[in-house]
């Protein structure tokens, strides 16, 4: 400082004046103030309060135009006042008061939390310094309170919350009825009351804010500079109320206070985009209570003219951006306008990017985001938006403090996206998270918060689908217990009562299944009554109440036999029915809902007529299934099915039928490969497909049981492998669109689901019009089928607990050939495979870990006694006896007595060594996975090109593997490739698999049960995987010699898991295979390939895939002439063409 007087910075503004004349009166002002303080001295008593006036300028300046360096230089002229004002006096309160202000409006612009806790720091000081009967007392306490909530926003410590109350409550108490300032230090009670109200939930605090509220708008006069914020703040808390206790008066006052507000405020006045996006929060409520499609087009012009009104590069734009993204998303829910949400998710976007991280509003932005990357996922299937939705609420989680008010609703919402990732998925862990979120949330939020009944309903729905998936019943309890917490705290009048009173109905009557208590079943019905209720005539949801209300009745009409209850079922049905459009996806439940009320009617009083309601109902149901849901029409196809088995035997193959219609589009590839996973387990349909084609047979219809059994082996069999040659033969845009098209349909977001569903349906015919996609996702018919038997007879095994049977494909007959094998009973065959499970230990045969062994051959208690050999002789005899031999006699009686002979044995059958039961050289035997393999296999034409032999020998983990190696080396002179040792890595395995045609592998084998993909070869170093094995080009695939251990057993108890490895070649492109059904023994691999090959290339000529089976039989048949035990040669199989 200057001996002359005091310093003013260089860093300020520039002046706006020019030649001489000042422009702005308040640069002039600062102009003068900085001439007062070079012309005053240092140590004067009057400096402080010149440095004092020159902060204040710049502060009067920067709240007009908004120019950061002018809160800048407030600050540094303030500081200077304060530094040089001694600690002893009085007026020292003065500079720190201004200070501190300084300090909150930067915080404000920057978020900086530095500037937050010197605020903090010197408004404590300044009151510190001001006497309790200091008329400046009051402004100092609403500047403390200032900073206390500033402080609770952004760290969220109630203690903060507390003391702005207690400091606005003091300063309202010292200030007169009469005082000017008293509206402002009611405005900031009422701020104070309203920020604890949203913490706390306690409806005292937000009573008390409007009336504050209301007081300080009444002492305003309408000129006032202040009166549109207040007004704008009474909307507000009258929004606030009317979310709590639902009075539409509240909501009517709230639009017109903040319209009020937006007409006192000039168009270029800074705040009124802050009282425009205020107005669109109420217009917003307004249209959730009333659904006036003029509020929300209210809610969208509102915020963007709010964000007109916002430059770019003014650092509360992202706020506004995001409202108006908020309003677009609310407006496409009705509209399904995609444009809406595609700008929705483009412009929160933007201010998430506009927003550093660490920036205390970055997590409300990420959260918003979500919820818009949500809304899409769910209308298009997109998994990258579902994706998007998780990982942006992750971040929104994470950059909000444990304390945070924000916090609930973060946790709430990605809770949200973690249970809707579990539907798509069947991940465990992402419900188990979903439940954690949403359980956090609950506990952060007070009982008497009117967010806590929304969260306690996100609970109960997670612990539902927790009780579904595990089948834990304390969580069914805790489910009921919390739908019924949520009930009692939703207000009667709240728009959501309905849905959550429906949900708490379905968990009591998945607990009265449970319990059979009829107390639940009569709270099943109170409460799905109350809803149907409460929800007006023309509301979308009504019909789907009145079917659920539908289901209660029946449910007690079958628990205490009222016929009323189920005539009162029928007509709420018929309700429902009548309330559903033709093209609505819920059309169907109302449609099966009524079949079943029907046959329960006709089971009661044997009214024939009722028998043609159901019949009639169910085909109803399939009239236009194009837009219902696959899952849905599946089960519903079934009941139909059963239905028919009993009264309309002629519909039986018609409804099986059209259940396995579904099938594929159930299955899809574009669906998770997990669900996909857990819907085969889910809906058993091993087990249907074995009770559908039992029962086609049985009634003579042989091409449908062949049909549907082929349908359920070959969907499924995709499924373990995750094939999908359909899909990868469709174009990127076809997948696409399909996929968008079905979620779409399938979700019920469709706004009109039979425009949809016509654009599904006429992509699907383009699509069916491809070579080769003549039937995507339909099932191959009969007349396709049958060509596998052109090289031979194709003999289908197909067990049942009703009995099992046989069928034959030949190339001679147009129709399949029944087998009865009426003396085989399921048990049977769980016999034989228990003793060939014993027999493989007996052997010391290498298989499988205990638990897979189990789970293919059972336990081994009840096995004969008896010498291996005998009881392996009693196994084949008992399997020719019982299979082969009425298959012979069959084959024989159309003159098949030799020649090449294909096995698909489905369920029990599979594993049994069919091909070994005497006589073993009447027929080459082969086996195939499904039809559809085989037919493939067949319509591979042959490799032109000379034929390469790729060989791999492993040694390590099986003997004999180098003389195997040397005794083909020794057959084939040209086109040999041989990887031995720490040659046979997985990547040159690879290459060999994509270069030679021809392929010999000897090396250990191990299957995977649980992910068949998984299942590898044991390598140099490593293993190759299934997995990578089908996704590889291999175009000249040909023939591949599986020596290695497990490379073909089968699992009974999937009906799609026949043949892993072997099953896993063909379906990468392999024509033909061979491989073994146990581990073969190490000194028989050199004989067998020595044998095998020596007929291939006899004569020096190329090798033949459709002599594999011929060359495997005359190995075999050498191995029998050297009398080895029957562990040996049995397991040796061929698969394919």
């Given at each position: 400082m200057s001996k002359q007087g005091g310093t003013v910075s260089s860093d300020e503004p520039e002046s706006t004046s020019g030649s001489g004349i000042t422009a702005d009166p308040i640069a002039a002002k600062i102009k003068q103030i900085q001439q007062l303080i070079k012309q005053t001295p240092s140590g004067h008593l009057d400096l402080p309060k010149h440095f004092q006036a020159?902060?204040?300028?710049?502060?009067?300046?920067?709240?007009?135009?908004?120019?950061?360096?002018?809160i800048q230089m407030a600050i540094l002229y303030h500081q200077r006042a304060v530094t040089i004002t001694p600690t002893d006096l009085p007026t020292r309160a003065d500079p720190l008061e201004d200070l501190g202000w300084a300090f909150g409006a930067r915080y404000q612009r920057l978020k900086n939390l530095e500037d937050l806790e010197a605020a903090m720091l010197n408004n404590l000081e300044a009151v510190k310094f001001t006497p309790a009967n200091d008329p400046d007392r009051p402004r100092r306490l609403h500047t403390l309170a200032l900073s206390f909530r500033d402080q609770y926003r952004r760290l969220g410590a109630v203690k903060d919350l507390e003391a702005a109350v207690k400091n606005d409550i003091e300063a309202v108490n010292l200030t007169a009825m009469r005082n000017p300032n008293r509206p402002r230090l009611l405005e900031g009670l009422s701020a104070s009351y309203s920020l604890r109200y949203q913490r706390l939930g306690t409806l005292k605090d937000l009573e008390s804010a409007l009336q504050n509220m209301q007081e300080a708008v009444e002492l305003t006069p309408t000129s006032h500079p202040h009166k549109a914020h207040r007004l704008r703040s009474l909307g507000i808390c009258l929004k606030d109320r009317f979310r709590r206790l639902g009075y539409l008066?509240?909501?009517?006052?709230?639009?017109?206070?903040?319209?009020?507000?937006?007409?006192?405020?000039?168009?270029?006045?800074?705040?009124?985009?802050?009282?425009?996006?205020?107005?669109?929060?109420?217009?917003?409520?307004?249209?959730?209570?009333?659904?006036s499609l003029t509020d929300l087009d209210a809610v969208v012009q509102s915020n963007q003219e709010a964000?007109?009104?916002?430059?770019?590069?003014?650092?509360?734009?992202?706020?506004?951006?995001?409202?108006?993204?908020?309003?677009?998303?609310?407006?496409?829910?009705?509209?399904?306008?995609l444009k809406d949400l595609e700008t929705a998710i483009k412009i929160k976007q933007e201010a998430v990017d506009l927003t550093p991280v660490g920036h205390p509003d970055r997590a409300r932005y990420l959260q918003s985001l979500s919820v818009s990357f949500m809304i899409q996922y769910r209308g298009f299937g997109n998994l990258m938006d579902l994706e998007a939705a998780v990982q942006n609420n992750l971040e929104a989680v994470k950059a909000t403090p444990a304390n945070h008010p924000a916090r609930a609703r973060c946790l709430q919402t990605l809770a949200g996206c973690l249970r809707t990732r579990y539907q798509r998925f069947g991940d465990l862990k992402d419900l188990e998270a979903a439940l954690q979120r949403v359980q956090q949330a609950v506990k952060l939020t007070p009982a008497s918060h009117p967010d806590k009944p929304e969260y306690l309903h996100s609970l109960a729905l997670s612990l539902q689908d927790r009780y579904e998936r595990v089948g834990n019943l304390t969580d069914l309890e805790s489910a009921v217990q919390t739908h019924q917490e949520t009930a009692t705290l939703t207000p009667e009048d709240d728009p959501n009562r309905p849905q959550r009173l429906q949900h708490h109905a379905v968990a009591l009557l998945d607990r009265y299944k449970q319990s059979k208590d009829l107390k639940d079943l009569e709270a099943v019905m109170k409460n799905f009554q109350q809803a149907v209720d409460l929800t007006r005539e023309d509301h979308p949801d009504r019909a789907e109440l009145l079917q659920r209300l539908a289901?209660?009745?029946?449910?007690?009409?079958?628990?205490?036999?009222?016929?009323?209850?189920?005539?009162?079922?029928?007509?709420?049905?018929?309700?429902?029915?009548?309330?559903t459009p033709s093209g609505n996806p819920n059309r169907l439940t109302h449609l099966q809902g009524l079949a079943a009320s029907y046959f329960y009617r006709y089971q009661r009083l044997k009214d024939k007529s009722d028998l043609e309601h159901v019949h009639n109902y169910y085909s109803a149901c399939f009239a236009a299934s194009a837009w219902n849901d696959p899952e849905s029409c599946w089960k519903t196809a079934l009941e139909w099915s059963s239905f028919s088995e009993q009264f309309r035997p002629s519909m039986v193959p018609t409804a099986y039928s059209t259940a396995f219609r579904f099938l594929p589009e159930i299955l899809w590839m574009g669906n998770a490969i997990s669900v996909r996973h857990d819907a085969i387990l889910r809906l058993d349909i091993g087990r249907i497909t074995s009770t559908a084609t039992r029962s086609c047979i049985r009634l003579g219809q042989l091409k449908s049981a062949v049909e549907i059994l082929e349908q359920g082996l070959g969907t499924t069999f995709q499924q373990m492998l995750q094939l999908k040659p359909d899909v990868d033969k469709l174009s990127p845009q076809q997948a696409a669109d399909l996929q968008r098209l079905s979620s779409e349909l399938y979700s019920g977001a469709a706004a009109n689901p039979k425009e949809v569903a016509t654009k599904r349906q006429d992509l699907l015919d383009n699509i069916r019009k491809q070579p080769g996609l003549e039937h995507f996702l339909l099932p191959n018919p009969y007349a396709s089928l049958c060509q596998t038997a052109q090289r031979g007879p194709v003999v289908i095994l197909n067990s049942h607990v009703n009995g099992c049977d046989g069928i034959i494909i030949i190339s001679t007959t147009p129709e399949p050939i029944h087998v009865s094998l009426a003396s085989i009973k399921i048990k049977d065959l769980e016999s034989q495979r228990k003793m060939l499970k014993e027999l493989l230990g007996r052997c010391n045969v290498r298989n499988r870990d205990r638990t897979d062994a189990i789970r293919l051959f059972g336990q081994q208690e009840g096995v004969k006694s008896g010498t291996t050999k005998e009881c392996f002789e009693e196994l084949l005899t008992w399997l020719w006896e019982n299979v082969v031999n009425p298959v012979y006699e069959v084959l024989t009686s159309h003159n098949i007595c030799s020649g090449r002979l294909w096995w698909l044995p489905t369920g029990e059958f599979t594993g049994l060594p069919l091909h070994a039961s005497p006589p073993t050289d009447?027929?080459?035997?082969?086996?195939?996975?499904t039809l559809g393999s085989l037919l493939d296999t067949q319509h591979k034409k042959s490799s032109s090109t000379p034929s390469k032999l790729g060989v791999v020998g492993v040694e390590i983990t099986m003997n004999g593997v180098k003389q195997e190696v040397q005794k083909i080396c020794s057959i084939v002179k040209n086109g040999l490739q041989c990887l031995e040792g720490e040659n046979a890595t997985t990547d040159a395995v690879k290459l060999q698999l994509q270069d030679c045609p021809w392929i010999h592998l000897a090396c250990h084998g191990t299957q995977n049960l649980v992910k068949p993909t998984k299942s590898c070869l044991s390598l140099y170093g490593g293993s190759l995987e299934l997995e990578t094995i089908l996704q590889m080009s291999l175009s000249n695939a040909q023939f591949v010699f599986l020596a290695a251990c497990q490379t073909a057993m089968g699992d009974a108890e999937l009906v799609n898991e026949s043949f892993h490895l072997g099953g896993g070649f063909i379906a990468a492109g392999f024509r033909s295979a061979v491989g073994t059904l146990w581990s073969m023994n190490d000194q028989d691999g050199p004989l067998v390939a020595e044998i095998f090959y020596a007929y291939l290339f006899r004569d020096g000529r190329q090798p033949k895939v459709d002599e594999t089976a011929k060359a495997l039989q005359m190995a075999v048949q050498e191995l029998r002439a050297r009398n080895v035990p029957y562990e040996r040669w049995i397991p040796f199989i061929h698969m394919g063409v």
């Open positions: 020159l902060g204040n300028a710049y502060a009067e300046r920067y709240r007009k135009a908004a120019d950061l360096r002018d008066q509240d909501i009517e006052d709230a639009v017109q206070k903040g319209l009020e507000a937006v007409d006192l405020t000039p168009v270029d006045h800074h705040e009124r985009p802050r009282y425009l996006q205020s107005l669109g929060d109420s217009f917003t409520a307004r249209y959730e209570r009333l659904g964000i007109n009104l916002v430059p770019a590069g003014r650092p509360d734009r992202p706020k506004y951006l995001v409202d108006l993204g908020a309003s677009l998303t609310h407006r496409y829910q009705q509209s399904k306008d289901v209660a009745f029946r449910a007690r009409y079958m628990r205490l036999g009222d016929l009323k209850d189920l005539e009162t079922g029928i007509q709420k049905s018929l309700q429902a029915l009548n309330l009447q027929f080459i035997h082969s086996y195939t996975a």
